[in-house]
């Protein structure tokens, strides 16, 4: 494969890629795998006589021969090109990892969530002012709040609070609680095995476990699990009333619903978009590049209009090219949405009709329309696109990601900032894992002697032989010494291991460890969660401009326990 750019090919209209290649409706099209997947481009046969060319004489010899030279030439010419292959750009903060396979080119069109999603704000900017209102507010109905500030290390995404006990659990991918704690109080892993041993998290009780889903949760964690510092102090008034875990679960949740939803906060954040927006140049181009594919694009946030509005035109209309405006990027945007009953059931629909925010009750949406409320199945109506022909990018495991593929069976993807923190905390601590694991894999190998010194002295009192005629024959006291010598080395191992195990994740988190991990060996319960419901995930919207909006995603062969190259 040859680079055929020179000065006259490379004019500024672009080359016409109707002459090039056909395309198949993409609904229409299945591959090998029975799936979506490879997408709907066909040669143009007439194009090649055109230029002489033969396609069967072009590329000669066995298929497997002229692959390996082709992709060889591939990466050369991308390197001349000065593009990263997407196989060089994985292994970064900033890849985009795949659970499912996913093929852009059968996706017809694009839904964004907006906050935590194209829009990424200083968490400890936002969620430390959304953290204050809610404690004015508890303050404000009696709760004893001074001397307390906001601790964004307090918690992180992925936890989950127990609200009948007071606590924080981080579990692991089978929902069982690994660590714990009480207020702002670390548990000991004695305390949480006797609280936890018998007991797994389970979501669908939502009276008692509350995931914290997105970043917008970790305000509301620390609040609450400081507040339960304070009842347990008792210095929460008699007056509040009998307050349980649970009970004071309600009045922090309350005292942040206010904070959203009345208006101190956004206005705030609206009149200053600067202090609480982390702005992201290469965002509004990486849509550009989606909507000049032919990727129909949707803005659905839960937002209302103004807030949207300002948020919108801070973060794109400076990046964007000649006159564009926000509004320009998109086919059809909804705010106030009320996901996630947006993707379940069917809500009136407003249309947005002036700048001021003026809405008029509306039936069907139009391209190029702003509405209020509406619902998933009536903006598939609209745009003729449905199942999964949409892919659906947000950052709330819950209402973005698990609803919309549940009800709708929309793609998704997750996007997830901390992602690149963990990334660099993991390569970071490497090392750190590598002497772990020799450690425990040496223990293993003492331990092992030991069970079957063990076995072979139960034998012996028995009366009987032991495994072999040669451990038969070893002589009491040997046998005795080599298990006591083995014990001590055992015992030192474990004294050396176990601060080795508290330590480590604490790159990302001292309390809580790893984002994406449960224990050295294990995927934490966040993590599956990813897995279940998204299919592709990302730290942020952006990585797509350094893939195409025709990329083929490949999730990664799965291990299995009895892969014998798993060992
Ligand atoms: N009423 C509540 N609103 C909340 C809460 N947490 C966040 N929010 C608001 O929702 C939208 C999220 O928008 P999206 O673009 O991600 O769909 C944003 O306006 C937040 O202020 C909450 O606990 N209660
Ligand atoms: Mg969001």
Not at 35 to 53: C, M, Q, R, S, Y
Not at 120 to 132: K, L
Not at 529 to 554: C, G
Request: proline share 3%; with cysteine; hydrophobic share 35%.
């Amino acid at each position: 494969m040859k680079c055929q750019c020179s000065s006259s090919s490379n004019s500024s209209s672009g080359v016409d890629e109707k002459s090039v290649f056909s395309l198949t409706s993409s609904s229409k099209y299945e591959d090998y795998l029975g799936e979506k997947t490879k997408g709907d481009l066909n040669v143009k046969v007439e194009h090649l006589e055109a230029f002489g060319i033969d396609s069967q004489a072009t590329i000669k010899g066995p298929m497997e021969e002229v692959a390996r030279v082709e992709a060889e030439e591939a990466e050369d010419l991308l390197r001349d090109l000065g593009i990263p292959t997407p196989f060089l750009s994985r292994q970064s903060p900033r890849d985009i990892f795949c659970s499912r396979t996913l093929h852009l080119q059968s996706i017809s069109a694009i839904g964004y969530d907006m906050d935590y999603t194209l829009i990424h704000y200083n968490v400890i900017a936002w969620e430390g002012r959304a953290y204050d209102y809610c404690m004015e507010n508890l303050k404000k109905v009696g709760f004893p709040v001074d001397g307390l500030a906001f601790d964004p290390d307090l918690v992180i995404r992925g936890l989950v609070i127990d609200k009948e006990k007071g606590n924080l659990v981080k579990a692991d991918r089978f929902a069982y609680v690994k660590r714990a704690m009480h207020g702002t109080k670390m548990l000991s892993n004695r305390a949480v095995s006797e609280m936890y041993g018998r007991e797994l998290v389970d979501l669908r009780k939502e009276s008692r476990w509350e995931f914290l889903n997105t970043l917008f949760s970790v305000s509301e964690a620390v609040a609450y699990m400081q507040m339960v510092d304070r009842l347990d102090d008792g210095t929460i008034a008699a007056q509040l009333g009998p307050l349980d875990y649970e009970g004071l679960y309600k009045a922090v949740g309350r005292a942040l619903i206010r904070a959203h939803v009345e208006g101190q906060l956004k206005s705030e954040i609206m009149s200053k978009p600067e202090l609480f927006v982390t702005p992201d140049p290469e965002l509004p181009l990486a849509l550009l590049d989606q909507k000049e594919a032919g990727k129909k694009l949707l803005l659905i946030t839960n937002s209302d209009y103004h807030y949207t509005d300002k948020m919108m035109q801070h973060s794109f209309n400076r990046f964007l090219p000649n006159d564009m405006g926000w509004r320009d990027l998109f086919d059809i945007m909804v705010v106030s949405a009320r996901k996630p009953e947006f993707f379940q059931l069917s809500h009136p629909m407003y249309e947005v009709v002036t700048r001021e925010g003026l809405m008029r009750p509306c039936f069907k949406a139009k391209t190029g329309g702003l509405y209020s409320g509406g619902s998933a199945q009536m903006v598939e109506n609209s745009l003729n696109i449905h199942g999964d022909e949409v892919l659906y990018v947000g950052d709330h495991i819950y209402t973005d990601v698990s609803q919309s593929k549940v009800h709708l069976r929309w793609r998704t993807a997750l996007i997830c900032r901390e992602l690149e923190e963990e990334f660099s905390a993991l390569i970071h601590s490497r090392g750190h894992r590598a002497s772990l694991v020799e450690l425990i894999n040496q223990k293993e190998v003492v331990g092992d002697l030991f069970n079957q010194l063990r076995l072979a002295s139960q034998r012996r009192t028995k009366g009987r032989p032991a495994q072999t005629l040669a451990a038969t024959n070893l002589d009491d006291q040997e046998l005795s010494e080599s298990m006591q010598k083995l014990l001590i080395v055992m015992q030192r191992l474990d004294q050396k291991i176990a601060p080795m195990l508290e330590a480590d994740g604490e790159l990302f988190n001292k309390r809580w460890g790893f984002l994406s991990r449960a224990g050295l060996w294990d995927k934490s319960y966040l993590m599956r969660q990813i897995e279940k419901y998204a299919d592709i995930y990302t730290s942020r919207v952006s990585n797509f401009l350094h893939y195409t909006p025709f990329m083929y995603f490949r999730s990664q062969e799965q291990t299995l326990a009895h892969d014998s190259y798993s060992y």
